[in-house]
């Protein structure tokens, strides 16, 4: 079914979406629990005495949790009953999650870069999907169009890197947040010296950070990629996040939350007009704005284009709202 500049979702692809966000739930929520417990626990014999150690790696290496007692006993004993819990929930949700994300992958539904999959899903597992970062770049059009039920014709909506915001409001002091995720999805990215907003791995992938001058002091100094502070990253922060269940290329789910779309499509088309921008880049802004935008007035409902969105947009982006609502779309009638 045809609405002007989408095509909204048959009943069958929203029947995958609802369970393919129910399946993840019920999986990352069993990955958290195991990223919240010791890699492991064990009883140690040193020296004729035993112990209770708490192991760090694959290596072995760890440290001494004190002599052994029955205190400590019925701490190893909860803790394997926890991990043995959680790896069965893992196990068992693993097999019908995969099901259903190559079903959504059968039917056409949105779908983003293979490579953005494990930095999802690892920036998910540490928790950091819920307040420290945000997918802002063009992966994060596949999450707008399944806010919508529908998919945003004509789109673009895939480049060869990934585009994170760090949003966190709490200062993380030395906690190198980013870096460790990067490197525990791969380690072999590294720093681009040239330009130190940006990691790349071997295979030339690239991540790059953004950050709002109001967020930027609580990243720890010692964290890495170092984005630099945009003002116009504080448009990203505003209105409701869309919190989208999706795949990847390969199959893979992952989950995306990302900037309020009406707050993203401006932004969008504020690009488009600043010389600073990439030239190439600057006709895709424009498209990119103008029709997530109509998707959003056609779609989405509960991101109102209304006079009290309008007044709420500071002075550079209110006269690209306004061109807009010279053309916005018209809800085609219903069929009966």
Request: aromatic share 8%.
């Amino acid at each position: 079914m045809f609405v002007d500049a989408i095509t909204l979702f048959s009943d069958e692809q929203l029947r995958t979406l609802v369970n393919l966000r129910q399946r993840y739930e019920v999986w990352i929520a069993a990955e958290r629990a195991l990223a919240g417990l010791p890699y492991d626990l064990r009883r140690k014999e040193v020296k004729g005495h035993a112990y209770l150690y708490q192991i760090f790696d694959r290596g072995g290496n760890g440290k001494s949790l004190g002599p052994w007692s029955d205190e400590l006993a019925a701490r190893l004993k909860t803790y394997r009953a926890a991990k043995a819990d959680a790896q069965a929930r893992r196990d068992a949700s693993r097999g019908p999650l995969d099901e259903t994300a190559r079903l959504a992958r059968a039917l056409r539904l949105p779908m983003i870069a293979s490579e953005a999959g494990p930095i999802l899903r690892e920036a998910d597992r540490r928790g950091l999907l819920d307040g420290a970062l945000l997918v802002v770049g063009t992966n994060a059009v596949a999450a707008y169009s399944i806010a919508a039920n529908a998919l945003i014709r004509d789109l673009p909506d895939e480049t060869a890197d990934f585009d994170l915001a760090w949003i966190e409001t709490e200062a993380r002091h030395d906690e190198q947040v980013l870096w460790q995720l990067l490197k525990a999805v791969d380690s072999t990215f590294t720093v681009n010296t040239e330009r130190t907003f940006q990691a790349r791995n071997a295979k030339a992938y690239e991540v790059e950070v953004l950050v709002a001058p109001s967020r930027a002091d609580t990243m720890a100094r010692t964290d890495r990629p170092r984005p630099v502070p945009l003002p116009e990253q504080e448009w990203l922060l505003a209105g409701t996040p869309v919190d989208q269940v999706l795949t990847c290329r390969d199959g893979s789910p992952a989950r995306i939350v990302a900037p309020d779309p009406r707050w993203f499509a401006l932004q969008k088309l504020w690009m488009s007009e600043q010389s600073k921008r990439n030239g190439l880049k600057r006709g895709k802004d424009l498209k990119q704005g103008m029709l997530l935008l109509d998707a959003v007035a056609l779609a989405m409902p509960h991101y109102p284009l209304d006079e009290a969105f309008e007044r709420t947009l500071p002075g550079e982006l209110a006269p690209h709202f306004l061109r807009w609502a010279e053309q916005r779309p018209k809800a085609a009638p219903p069929s009966w």
